[in-house]
């Protein structure tokens, strides 16, 4: 199994809180070789679990690879969903949003 750590701390690094204020959902992570994650994104605060949550509002399904170069800004959610890369189940419209929850300190 893949060493996701870095990712999720990654994930932590880039959140905005200001662009989550307001925002209750809960992402689930499911990578093809590595284990599952549940974000819960709750008024500008974040948490990262590992495991599965009973009520996602949305599933990305995609591999370690994709999702490292997905949090490094090398491939474009659009990009990922389009080649099959990405896979979504449920609030599409959440996942289309995330790039702008998620975001380099300098992409403002």
Do not use: C, W
């Amino acid at each position: 199994m893949v060493d996701t750590a870095p990712l999720i701390a990654k994930l932590h690094e880039r959140f905005d809180a200001e662009a989550a204020a307001g925002v209750h959902e809960t992402l689930q992570l499911e990578l093809d070789d590595g284990p599952r994650y549940f974000v819960v994104i709750d008024d500008g605060t974040l948490d990262i679990q590992e495991g599965n949550h009973d009520a996602p509002s949305v599933t990305l399904m995609t591999d370690t690879r994709t999702f490292e170069r997905l949090i490094n800004k090398e491939l474009s959610g659009m990009q990922a969903v389009m080649s099959g890369k990405v896979r979504a189940r449920g609030d599409i419209m959440l996942a289309s949003r995330l790039t702008r929850l998620f975001r380099r300190r300098d992409d403002a």
